[in-house]
């Protein structure tokens, strides 16, 4: 069976229902079209980012009913997964392809050289691109928050989720590092973690696709499972530490745009189901709150640098105030006639004089 597709052949791309997948194969969709093919993606995520992908005939996901009549016309209809086909089309349609049945498409490696892989050994492309087509709209302020760091701790099933207490651990460390913390979920599973918010994190949820994408491009780190948002803030630019049940996911699924580190457990556990059990508790938070000083130190003097400058910092914060508090209770044992005590390096470098505490000054966030 012949796979190449010729300039000018029109495709259909059957999009998977799940997020990453769909990001991760635009790879292709873009490819294709780059080199003079029709293609129109098929899919509901797409819709609600068409504004992202402005260079693409992008469409609702197909309906079983309309099948026949919405693919009359394409000489190749491409889904990734079989799970992806919609009703009886590899039963009438002559190039009906599932690229998971290729043996390319299964190999171990990241997921983003295996769709450049399909795209030159088995439609015979040539000249390729890592980049999916995606462009930030206009409306969208890229001003990065270096401090920013946004925790998504859910992901699409239970047992691919970190635990809770050591997300908020981890957020209580990024925190006292100077972060500024704040988890994402979907408005969905909002009620399951409205708990983080007494614990004085911010919980965001966006109700539009677009519009987290949007929020997400501001972000200084995104810490997260292997999810979909994490190809997203990935996509977007964003810097990614994602936490993943076994190295064989890590090395497939990790987002791979933007800088990035995936963590797998401790391999004390043998089999995937004990491993997949048992991850969670085997991924202390001081590997994840290392990975994300890594990827600090990787990405510094970068357009996408993160984190707190030291005079930021919340220990440099709560040094400064003890320092405060001392010359303050110094001052006012000194007869007023005495010389105005000499302030710490620190406080001078920042502008503060002298005479500031008669007014009161803010140390801090």
Aim: aromatic share 8%.
């Amino acid at each position: 069976m012949s796979t190449t597709i010729e300039k000018g052949r029109r495709v259909a791309f059957v999009m998977s229902a799940r997020l990453g997948d769909t990001l991760i194969a635009m790879v292709i969709v873009r490819n294709l079209v780059a080199h003079g093919i029709q293609v129109t993606v098929f899919s509901n995520h797409l819709s609600v980012l068409k504004d992202w992908f402005p260079r693409f005939d992008i469409q609702p996901a197909l309906q079983a009913h309309s099948l026949r009549q919405s693919l009359d016309g394409y000489d190749t209809v491409i889904h990734a997964y079989a799970a992806d086909v919609v009703g009886d089309v590899r039963s009438w349609h002559p190039r009906a392809w599932v690229m998971d049945e290729w043996p390319v498409y299964r190999q171990i490696k990241p997921m983003l050289d295996i769709q450049l892989d399909v795209c030159r050994t088995m439609f015979g492309l040539t000249e390729l691109s890592r980049s999916n087509g995606i462009q930030l709209p206009a409306t969208v302020d890229t001003r990065v928050v270096r401090r920013r760091a946004v925790i998504h701790p859910t992901a699409s099933a239970l047992h691919k989720q970190w635990l809770p207490q050591r997300f908020l651990r981890l957020a209580r460390q990024l925190e006292a590092q100077g972060y500024e913390p704040c988890f994402v979920v979907a408005p969905t599973e909002r009620p399951g973690w409205q708990w983080v918010e007494s614990c004085g994190y911010r919980l965001v949820s966006h109700a539009s696709l677009a519009d987290l994408a949007g929020w997400l491009v501001s972000a200084g780190i995104f810490v997260g499972n292997d999810s979909g948002i994490a190809h997203l803030a990935s996509n977007v630019g964003v810097p990614v530490v994602s936490l993943a049940m076994r190295p064989r996911i890590a090395r497939r699924w990790a987002p791979g745009w933007s800088p990035s580190v995936t963590l797998t457990p401790i391999p004390l556990m043998p089999g995937r189901m004990l491993r997949e059990a048992f991850w969670k508790h085997l991924l202390p938070v001081s590997r994840v709150a290392a990975a994300i000083e890594r990827l600090r130190q990787h990405v510094a003097g970068t357009p996408r640098a993160f984190g707190p400058t030291p005079e930021l910092s919340h220990g440099y914060a709560r040094m400064l105030g003890r320092q405060w508090a001392n010359l303050l209770a110094l001052r006012s044992r000194v007869p007023a006639s005495t010389a105005a005590p000499i302030l710490p390096t620190q406080v001078r470098a920042r502008g503060t004089s002298a005479n500031a505490s008669q007014h009161g000054t803010s140390i801090g966030r």
